[in-house]
Structures are given as structure tokens and as C-alpha cells.
């Protein structure tokens, strides 16, 4: 199996496909159950809530673009964080 990554201090246009035995068991857990620190959590979970919050108020009903960090997005919405 092969999945495509995108390298720090790179485009999009420089990701490149890679077999999994090309990439380390700690990336590929990090990836597959992360494990934000509580702080981060906290930080990021704030930042969602007033996001949301304030598209809400502003009664708009154009599509809502949220900035979300992947391992955040993948524990909070693809059931990653349970255990």
C-alpha cells in the first residue's frame, strides 16, 4: 500500500506518492492515532467554537471554510480519539 505525502517547506505540486516500508512505524501511528497534547486540544477545539460561532451570528449561507489541523480533524471527527 501507498500514500501520497506532502513534505514540510514544500508545495503541493512536490508530494509524492511513498510505500508504506518507506516511512517509519512512528509517523504511520502518529498518523493513524494521534494524540494532540491537551493544550492543543483545548486550542484548537476554541478556535473551532468561535469559528462556528461567528458564521452562525453573521447569518450567512455561503459554505463556511474552517482552517483544522489534521490530527485534530482525525481525533475529533474520525473517531481517532477513542480508545
Given at each position: 500500500?501507498?500514500?501520497?505525502?506532502?513534505?514540510?517547506?514544500?508545495?503541493?505540486?512536490?508530494?509524492?506518492?511513498?510505500?508504506?516500508?518507506?516511512?517509519?512505524?512512528?509517523?504511520?501511528?502518529?498518523?493513524?492515532?494521534?494524540?494532540?497534547?491537551?493544550?492543543?486540544?483545548?486550542?484548537?477545539?476554541?478556535?473551532?467554537?468561535?469559528?462556528?460561532?461567528?458564521?452562525?451570528?453573521?447569518?450567512?449561507r455561503?459554505?463556511?471554510?474552517?482552517?483544522?489541523?489534521?490530527?485534530?480533524?482525525?481525533?475529533?471527527?474520525?473517531?481517532?480519539?477513542?480508545?
Open positions: 500500500m501507498s500514500s501520497l505525502y506532502n513534505w514540510k517547506g514544500y508545495g503541493p505540486y512536490d508530494a509524492t506518492w511513498e510505500p508504506e516500508e518507506n516511512i517509519t512505524d512512528e509517523c504511520i501511528r502518529m498518523f493513524s492515532l494521534p494524540k494532540p497534547s491537551l493544550d492543543v486540544l483545548v486550542e484548537e477545539t476554541a478556535k473551532l467554537r468561535v469559528a462556528v460561532e461567528q458564521h452562525l451570528k453573521s447569518k450567512s455561503l459554505p463556511m471554510t474552517l482552517f483544522l489541523r489534521g490530527d485534530i480533524y482525525r481525533y475529533l471527527f474520525q473517531g481517532k480519539g477513542i480508545h
